[in-house]
């Protein structure tokens, strides 16, 4: 459950990096100021942090850079090895975002990039439910994530892809699980989480959503 794309993660994770450093014309945009939005969200995460889908760890290396303490959470056995030699100052776990370790630091935010699409609907509903349990009071959950900001930008995007010949994009589009803003924002919102989104590039945005007191 929720870790059906794994094995496309283990064949990848050798050339991931070269991905989001814009080599693939394919994806260039989707990842479009991906150094710079990782930056970003590693400033806004409060130590303890936990980081879900941590991929070759980008964004949990400019976490520790912050000197912030993270733990990891990926399923992908091949990036979990690239993750590990490249910040091994961070824990780095086995477990996806509905099955995770048990840990005993209190976690203030808790943080994932270019990941969270990866659960469809109902396990997006259970994972909040879950961090609203894992948060401290006032904790934050902080993700980027591909998402449409309506129906009418998802088939622009999707048509955009096809005209340029990116018949993969196109397909992802269609078959992964990204959301509709108004749809994540009522999940957040019925768990009593207080949430905003801001636009970063053509395709990612920023989601915070603070739970209450
Ligand atoms: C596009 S990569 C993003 C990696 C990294 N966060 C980044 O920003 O470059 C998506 C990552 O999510 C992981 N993933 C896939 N399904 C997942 C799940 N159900 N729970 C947690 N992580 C998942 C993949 O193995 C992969 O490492």
Request: glycine content about 6%.
């Amino acid at each position: 459950m929720g870790i059906e794309f794994v094995d496309l993660f283990d064949q990848w994770a050798s050339t991931y990096d070269e991905t989001v450093a814009g080599n693939d014309p394919e994806y260039r945009e989707v990842f479009s100021g991906y150094d710079e939005i990782l930056g970003k969200l590693a400033g806004l995460a409060q130590s303890p942090v936990m980081e879900f889908g941590v991929g070759t760890a980008n964004l949990t290396r400019k976490i520790i850079q912050h000197n912030k303490v993270v733990f990891g959470i990926e399923p992908s056995r091949e990036m979990r090895k690239i993750a590990k030699i490249k910040c091994p100052e961070a824990g780095i776990y086995e477990g996806d975002f509905l099955n995770y370790p048990t840990l005993v630091a209190p976690i203030r935010s808790i943080v994932s990039s270019f990941a969270f699409h990866h659960l469809n609907s109902e396990e997006k509903k259970e994972a909040i439910r879950n961090y609203k349990e894992l948060l401290e009071p006032e904790g934050e959950v902080i993700f980027i994530d591909t998402l449409f900001k309506d129906e009418s930008y998802k088939h622009t995007l999707i048509k955009n892809a096809e005209e340029q010949g990116y018949s993969k994009l196109a397909q992802d589009l269609q078959e992964e699980y990204y959301p509709y803003l108004e749809d994540l924002k009522e999940m957040f919102v019925k768990e009593g989480f207080e949430v905003s989104f801001q636009q970063l590039n053509k395709y990612a945005w920023l989601i915070r959503a603070k739970k209450g007191e």
